[in-house]
């Protein structure tokens, strides 16, 4: 039987936090964890739940939460407090840095990062529109579908988006698009919403227009049109550029 969650762990539960996937239990569970700080469901100055909530939440193991935790406090997203608990940091990321320096470095990282899925993701999706299976399809879908009601309900949406592109790389049939996509389609929106938390921006928010580009691209590569997959994912890249930096001039 399992544990009952306390109040505080049963409101991220609401924001869409929860069970994740058997492989790379810390990498998701601290993903979780990122994107619920960032975009403001876990208020800056509050607890988190205890080690042992946090485990059946996510239906992992302590250790497994402890590394989680472990990479946010390197992040400087949360602190420990003897004797009461991790806390969320109201001043993340930019101790012992020049903080004027940290979001110019992060742009550039982030640029780089947009610039070689502009070249990658186009390319994965024309090969998938040749090349996948019904599970492929299948599996597309699903993510579509929960990538819509997450964000339906204000929940946490970042690991459908993210498992929609990875899911177009895994329909490639090329374990090398897939290893690659996997670090920066991570990687990037990691760092975007990191950066915005630096500057006391609002999170970079998924809009229905980024969910309709997923499903118009599901759709090609459905209907196994390339040409098309691959200058609808193009446009998407582009697309996800402008949102990613429309919140304030310059970034």
């Known amino acids: 039987m399992r544990t009952q969650l306390s109040t505080d762990a049963l409101a991220l539960a609401a924001a869409g936090l929860g069970p994740v996937r058997q492989e790379r239990f810390a990498e998701r569970v601290y993903e979780n964890l990122f994107h619920a700080i960032v ?45 009461s608990g991790t806390y969320v940091m109201d001043s993340p990321g930019v101790a012992g840095k020049s903080a004027a320096a940290e979001p110019s470095e992060r742009i550039g990282h982030i640029m ?83 950066l915005r938390h630096l500057m006391h921006i609002q999170p970079w928010k998924r809009t229905q227009d980024a969910m309709d580009e997923h499903r118009n691209i599901f759709e090609l590569i459905k209907r196994q049109d390339a040409e098309g997959a691959r200058r609808a994912m193009r446009g998407h890249i582009e697309n996800a550029r402008s949102r990613m930096f429309n919140s304030r001039p310059g970034l």
């Open 112 to 194: 780089n990062g947009l610039e070689l899925r502009m070249v990658v993701e186009p390319e994965c999706a024309y090969m998938a529109a040749l090349r996948r299976s019904t599970a492929d399809l299948t599996r597309m879908d699903e993510l579509l579908t929960g990538f819509e009601e997450a964000n339906a309900v204000g929940g946490i949406a970042h690991h459908f988006d993210f498992g929609f592109h990875e899911a177009i790389a895994t329909a490639t049939a090329n374990l090398r698009f897939v290893q690659v996509l996997k670090t920066l389609e991570y990687d990037v929106s990691h760092a975007v919403n990191m």
């Open 39 to 83: 975009e403001g469901k876990i208020a800056v100055g509050s607890r988190l739940p205890s080690e042992n909530d946090l485990a059946t939440l996510f239906d992992v193991s302590r250790p497994i939460v402890r590394q989680a935790l472990d990479r946010l406090r390197e992040d400087q997203l949360v602190e420990s407090r003897r004797g």
